[in-house]
């Protein structure tokens, strides 16, 4: 059974810091990783998707990686901006057929 | 665009009553699902569909229906609420196909509170 985990749950850093959060999953037959964010009491905003046959996408301040061999993912974040204040989750897609299995997210606070 | 859209935002139930909530696509997606997002738990799927006419069971199933008669709509039913099902709920959707590049489009997302 496929599993998903954040560490940490919960990360505060003064404004400008470079952070990582990281994912990792215990079965690496994945389709795809997706990471999210959440605002307070929003939906999900999809940030990047990384398919199982590349190693990394990039948007903006942010950078995904992915690792399948070692069942980790993390999330660069450069930078950092209260703006970015948020809970980031990712979520594996183990096949062809929508179903996303989530970590428990880390919640970030970016102190100005 | 549109995208997921979920009604209602907000609703109340007691204990032993049923409803029904609406999600609709307008992306022409194949595969839509229903998760719910609790304290400490994360994102558990429901129920999800891979085309019309087609559902399955995700990892919470019990307490819930789902039907898909219209490749728009996900129609997410609580037959008898129980304070347990209290929680946000989420309805995703997101293209078929062989390419892994299709990633999950979220609604905003239905708070319900069972008293």
């Known amino acids: 059974k496929q599993e998903v985990t954040q560490i940490p749950a919960a990360l505060s850093v003064p404004e400008g810091e470079n952070l990582v959060l990281n994912c990792s999953f215990t079965d690496s037959a994945i389709y795809n990783l997706q990471w999210f964010r959440q605002d307070p009491g929003k939906g999900l905003t999809s940030l990047l998707l990384?398919?199982?046959?590349?190693r990394e996408q990039t948007s903006g301040r942010l950078n995904a990686s992915l690792d399948k061999s070692s069942g980790r993912s993390t999330l660069y974040i450069a930078a950092s901006q209260p703006g970015d204040s948020a809970t980031y989750l990712c979520a594996v897609r183990a096949g062809n057929t929508g179903k996303l299995i989530f970590g428990q997210g880390t919640t970030l606070q970016v102190k100005p | 665009n549109a995208g997921v859209t979920q009604t209602p935002k907000f609703q109340v139930l007691k204990t032993g009553q049923s409803m029904t909530l609406q999600c609709a696509q307008d992306?022409?997606?194949?595969?839509m699902s229903w998760y719910r997002q609790d304290p400490g738990m994360g994102l558990r799927l429901i129920h999800y569909s891979v085309g019309a006419g087609i559902t399955d069971q995700g990892e919470v199933p019990n307490g819930y229906n789902v039907s898909r008669s219209t490749t728009e709509d996900f129609p997410l039913r609580l037959l008898s609420a129980a304070p347990s099902q209290t929680s946000v709920y989420f309805c995703?959707?997101?293209?078929?196909?062989?390419?892994?590049?299709?990633?999950?489009?979220f609604g905003d997302g239905t708070r319900l509170s069972i008293l």
């Open positions: 995703a959707s997101s293209r078929a196909g062989g390419s892994s590049n299709q990633p999950q489009h």
């Open positions: 990384i398919q199982s046959s590349q």
């Open positions: 992306m022409n997606h194949e595969y």
